[in-house]
């Protein structure tokens, strides 16, 4: 199973930015699809952004849309996220997530955290306002 290790997050005013990194240990990190979920104090852990193997397709919940960037590199085993624009609402404890391309289901990302093959261990985005 892959091994998923974040970084990056922080506190942060209004308008801000912040860059996540989540790097992967174990083989084949291209065939797996990867994405960003969220969870803020008191809700469900809710699907934020996914990308492709190759990296040439992206999906994103309607409230990051424009303002989120997720990408990828394979060489690195890295997957990143690009968080400009923040806001209050914001707020939450952002996990990488994996799911296994070579298997059925993988696409789109499933928005069912029970339908995730493997977690980061989570960090912590805090926007002031």
């Known amino acids: 199973q892959v091994q998923l290790v974040e970084s990056g997050g922080g506190s942060v005013q209004a308008g801000g930015s912040l860059r996540l990194s989540c790097e992967a240990s174990?083989?084949?990190?291209?065939?797996?699809?990867m994405g960003w979920f969220r969870q803020a104090p008191g809700k469900e852990r809710e699907f934020v952004t996914a990308?492709?193997?190759?990296?040439?397709?992206?999906s994103y919940t309607d409230s990051v849309k424009g303002r989120f960037t997720i990408s990828r590199d394979n060489a690195k085993n890295t997957v990143y996220l690009q968080m400009n624009s923040l806001k209050p609402e914001d707020t939450a404890v952002y996990y990488c997530?994996?799911?296994?391309?070579?298997?059925?289901?993988?696409?789109?990302?499933?928005?069912?955290?029970?339908?995730?093959?493997?977690w980061g261990q989570g960090t912590q985005v805090t926007v002031s306002s």
């Open positions: 174990g083989r084949m990190f291209s065939t797996y699809v």
């Open positions: 990308i492709s193997g190759s990296g040439f397709i992206t």
């Open positions: 997530a994996a799911k296994n391309g070579l298997r059925r289901g993988a696409w789109p990302m499933p928005k069912a955290p029970s339908e995730i093959d493997a």
